[in-house]
């Protein structure tokens, strides 16, 4: 800010000395020296040039000296001082001081572009207060945390390193990290991931991270060297300059020497034409707005929680046209969960009972679907979860392998388990034509019913299919290492058509590869997976998406782009995202080069004055970056 302040000093300082130069009347403020009042006036027009463009001339000075030659400094340095040489005093001063005027407004441009981005991703945590051995806490810097330090976090603080909670409970804000507004709720036992903002009560974390290690760290580290991967359009716009600007350098030095020497055309004419004509040459306008589009583009995902690692999976997510879905962990819950509790004929006990009966059979179990009947009590039955380690005091648990539990509980017995076990025990427990796990459950001889458990969708997978659908994305394919009947109802739940089921990882691969060998069919193929088990496919497949990835190390190496908060709908909105920073990137491409083109021909017709030139290489600039700030607000 500073730095544009000064700018703008020097600007404001060199106008109102050109027009002083402009008005007044030299002849007779030179009346002592009448022949000298010419020398007066180009005296006020360089040091007015001098104050707007010394650092324009001696940064071309210093790129020359770096043999950098054909940047913009270089032309509006040639074009100004020529127009200096052929008596073009005003004219010279004025482009230089115009040209400021377009570099200021650029600069403004840029820092709103890198301030919004850098609003949008403020979860840099300043600080950690440590908790010291003698119960003290003291304020230092996240950097200087070890793994197993206690931090204390208060209200309105952010999370300096991930950690587990010890101590306290609170609501934490994650919007910065995952873009979703709800606040969630944290106690004891839960994880907690840095950059997250505390909003009530106070918490202690003992941290499992260094910070250089932290999820924050490594958001941060993702979004800052988004930029060294550059697109396709980036690398040609780069590659074009280098070959346009010697070119309309060459032409401009025909334009001033073959018309006098071979068609007795005035020197001085066709001169001021040729420095017309590299005034308006300068590609800044394509150079800076393009780039600029796509940060744009890769900040306003960032602000949504989806993190694009470089802009050219920016512009392969836009060419999308098949997307490949892993099933658990990215459309379902990837968890065990009970979907349905079902009573026997004849049994009048509640189903939220028999639920308390089977998790108090299984609490000593670490299986998953014995951990999925303990979360569904703690759901249903509050009250029955809270007293669940003191009531399974007395209770004797023997595991029957292979098939399930025989506990005691008020010395009745209780077995929960499979069909085999209700065999064992004389029930006939008839065959169940449900998809899922079935965990039957009896007590005293007698059957109760059973338990249906499976992986649950996730409530916004099937409107994120259809999100996809209207985006004309025409292949969706779902691979699973599930059973065909288990794929098949997810499949028809969400809305997906084609599905592969019972596949190990080498054979998820092998579908990847035979639709990639075919790219008249299936287009540029994106891959969304969980990024941790399915990393050869994420690394195969055109763009590696990875679902659920918050504080996932596995999940940020291995993929292209990443959705913080675990929801498919983030595919959609990443590819909005990716359309328009596209559009706007076009959008600049054309009008630069149409406005370009045409200017340059009117300076070379000599229709062209200097002025209108400059505004062709500035003002074009400026309107470019302007249209390309957009990308920030998808």
Same mark, same amino acid.
Not at 155 to 165: F, I, N, R
Not at 169 to 181: H, R
Not at 519 to 528: D, S, T
């Given at each position: 800010?500073?730095?544009?302040?000064?700018?703008?000093?020097?600007?404001?300082?060199?106008?109102?000395?050109?027009?002083?130069?402009?008005?007044?009347?030299?002849?007779?403020?030179?009346?002592?020296?009448?022949?000298?009042?010419?020398?007066?006036?180009?005296?006020?027009?360089?040091?007015?040039?001098?104050?707007?463009?010394?650092?324009?001339?001696?940064?071309?000075?210093?790129?020359?000296?770096?043999?950098?030659?054909?940047?913009?400094?270089?032309?509006?340095?040639?074009?100004?001082?020529?127009?200096?040489?052929?008596?073009?005093?005003?004219?010279?001063?004025?482009?230089?001081?115009?040209?400021?005027?377009?570099?200021?407004?650029?600069?403004?441009?840029?820092?709103?572009?890198?301030?919004?981005?850098?609003?949008?991703?403020?979860?840099?945590?300043?600080?950690?207060?440590?908790?010291?051995?003698?119960?003290?806490?003291?304020?230092?810097?996240?950097?200087?945390?070890?793994?197993?330090?206690?931090?204390?976090?208060?209200?309105?603080?952010?999370?300096?390193?991930?950690?587990?909670?010890?101590?306290?409970?609170?609501?934490?804000?994650?919007?910065?990290?995952?873009?979703?507004?709800?606040?969630?709720?944290?106690?004891?036992?839960?994880?907690?991931?840095?950059?997250?903002?505390?909003?009530?009560?106070?918490?202690?974390?003992?941290?499992?991270?260094?910070?250089?290690?932290?999820?924050?760290?490594?958001?941060?580290?993702?979004?800052?060297?988004?930029?060294?991967?550059?697109?396709?359009?980036?690398?040609?716009?780069?590659?074009?300059?280098?070959?346009?600007?010697?070119?309309?350098?060459?032409?401009?030095?025909?334009?001033?020497?073959?018309?006098?020497?071979?068609?007795?055309?005035?020197?001085?004419?066709?001169?001021?034409?040729?420095?017309?004509?590299?005034?308006?040459?300068?590609?800044?306008?394509?150079?800076?707005?393009?780039?600029?589009?796509?940060?744009?583009?890769?900040?306003?995902?960032?602000?949504?929680?989806?993190?694009?690692?470089?802009?050219?999976?920016?512009?392969?997510?836009?060419?999308?046209?098949?997307?490949?879905?892993?099933?658990?962990?990215?459309?379902?819950?990837?968890?065990?969960?009970?979907?349905?509790?079902?009573?026997?004929?004849?049994?009048?006990?509640?189903?939220?009972?028999?639920?308390?009966?089977?998790?108090?059979?299984?609490?000593?179990?670490?299986?998953?679907?014995?951990?999925?009947?303990?979360?569904?009590?703690?759901?249903?039955?509050?009250?029955?979860?809270?007293?669940?380690?003191?009531?399974?005091?007395?209770?004797?648990? $023997? @595991? =029957?392998?292979?098939?399930?539990? !025989? *506990?005691?509980?008020?010395?009745? %017995?209780?077995?929960?388990?499979? +069909?085999?076990?209700?065999?064992?025990?004389?029930?006939?427990?008839?065959?169940?034509?449900?998809?899922?796990?079935?965990?039957?459950?009896?007590?005293?001889?007698?059957?109760?019913?059973?338990?249906?458990?499976?992986?649950?969708?996730?409530?916004?997978?099937?409107?994120?299919?259809?999100?996809?659908?209207?985006?004309?994305?025409?292949?969706?394919?779902?691979?699973?290492?599930?059973?065909?009947?288990?794929?098949?109802?997810?499949? $028809? @739940? =969400?809305?997906?058509?084609?599905? !592969? *089921?019972?596949?190990?990882?080498? %054979?998820?691969?092998?579908?990847? +590869?035979?639709?990639?060998?075919?790219?008249?069919?299936?287009?540029?193929?994106?891959?969304?997976?969980?990024?941790?088990?399915?990393?050869?496919?994420?690394?195969?497949?055109?763009?590696?998406?990875?679902?659920?990835?918050?504080?996932?190390?596995?999940?940020?190496?291995?993929?292209?782009?990443?959705?913080?908060?675990?929801?498919?709908?983030?595919?959609?909105?990443?590819?909005?995202?990716?359309?328009?920073?596209?559009?706007?990137?076009?959008?600049?491409?054309?009008?630069?080069?149409?406005?370009?083109?045409?200017?340059?021909?009117?300076?070379?017709?000599?229709?062209?004055?200097?002025?209108?030139?400059?505004?062709?290489?500035?003002?074009?600039?400026?309107?470019?970056?302007?249209?390309?700030?957009?990308?920030?607000?998808?």
């Amino acid at each position: 800010m500073k730095a544009m302040k000064k700018e703008l000093g020097r600007i404001i300082a060199a106008l109102l000395i050109l027009i002083a130069a402009m008005l007044l009347p030299w002849e007779r403020v030179m009346a002592f020296s009448p022949e000298n009042a010419g020398n007066a006036e180009l005296i006020a027009y360089l040091i007015a040039y001098l104050i707007v463009g010394a650092p324009v001339v001696r940064e071309a000075v210093g790129n020359i000296g770096h043999g950098q030659i054909f940047d913009e400094n270089f032309l509006m340095t040639l074009a100004t001082v020529g127009a200096f040489f052929v008596g073009e005093y005003p004219e010279a001063v004025g482009v230089m001081l115009f040209y400021q005027v377009g570099e200021l407004f650029q600069s403004y441009a840029v820092n709103r572009s890198r301030t919004s981005i850098a609003e949008l991703m403020d979860i840099r945590p300043d600080s950690a207060n440590k908790r010291m051995e003698d119960g003290s806490i003291r304020t230092v810097k996240p950097q200087e945390i070890a793994v197993g330090d206690v931090i204390v976090v208060r209200p309105g603080e952010k999370v300096p390193l991930d950690g587990s909670v010890i101590k306290g409970n609170c609501n934490i804000d994650t919007s910065a990290l995952t873009g979703e507004s709800i606040p969630q709720s944290i106690a004891p036992g839960d994880s907690v991931i840095s950059g997250s903002i505390v909003l009530d009560g106070m918490v202690e974390v003992r941290a499992e991270k260094l910070f250089r290690e932290s999820t924050v760290s490594k958001i941060l580290e993702l979004v800052e060297n988004a930029s060294d991967k550059k697109a396709k359009t980036e690398n040609f716009i780069t590659r074009f300059a280098r070959v346009y600007t010697p070119t309309v350098v060459a032409l401009a030095v025909i334009l001033a020497i073959v018309p006098p020497l071979l068609f007795q055309g005035e020197w001085s004419d066709w001169i001021y034409r040729a420095l017309s004509f590299l005034v308006v040459s300068c590609p800044c306008a394509l150079v800076i707005s393009v780039p600029l589009s796509f940060f744009g583009g890769i900040g306003a995902a960032s602000s949504r929680g989806i993190l694009i690692k470089g802009s050219n999976y920016l512009e392969t997510l836009a060419d999308c046209r098949t997307i490949v879905f892993d099933k658990t962990g990215t459309l379902t819950e990837g968890k065990f969960s009970v979907v349905d509790v079902q009573m026997a004929k004849g049994i009048f006990m509640q189903p939220k009972q028999m639920l308390k009966m089977a998790a108090y059979a299984e609490y000593y179990s670490t299986h998953p679907i014995s951990q999925s009947l303990k979360e569904a009590l703690r759901q249903q039955d509050r009250d029955a979860f809270d007293r669940m380690e003191s009531a399974v005091k007395n209770i004797t648990v $023997e @595991e =029957i392998a292979g098939r399930g539990i !025989h *506990a005691k509980i008020n010395q009745d %017995d209780v077995y929960v388990g499979n +069909e085999k076990l209700m065999q064992q025990i004389g029930i006939s427990a008839e065959p169940l034509n449900v998809v899922g796990t079935t965990v039957h459950v009896a007590l005293q001889g007698q059957y109760l019913g059973y338990i249906l458990i499976r992986d649950r969708v996730k409530p916004d997978s099937k409107e994120a299919i259809a999100l996809l659908k209207e985006r004309a994305v025409g292949h969706l394919v779902m691979l699973t290492g599930d059973q065909e009947e288990i794929a098949k109802k997810i499949a $028809e @739940e =969400i809305g997906i058509s084609e599905y !592969h *089921a019972r596949l190990l990882p080498a %054979d998820k691969v092998s579908y990847v +590869e035979q639709m990639l060998a075919k790219p008249e069919v299936y287009g540029k193929l994106a891959f969304v997976g969980d990024g941790i088990n399915d990393a050869p496919v994420l690394a195969r497949a055109d763009l590696g998406i990875a679902m659920g990835a918050l504080g996932s190390d596995a999940a940020i190496e291995a993929a292209d782009i990443v959705l913080m908060d675990d929801n498919p709908k983030g595919i959609a909105k990443a590819i909005d995202i990716a359309h328009k920073t596209i559009g706007i990137v076009k959008q600049n491409i054309v009008f630069a080069i149409a406005v370009k083109i045409i200017v340059l021909v009117l300076a070379a017709l000599g229709w062209a004055p200097m002025w209108l030139a400059i505004f062709a290489d500035v003002g074009v600039a400026v309107l470019a970056i302007l249209n390309a700030l957009r990308a920030l607000q998808v």
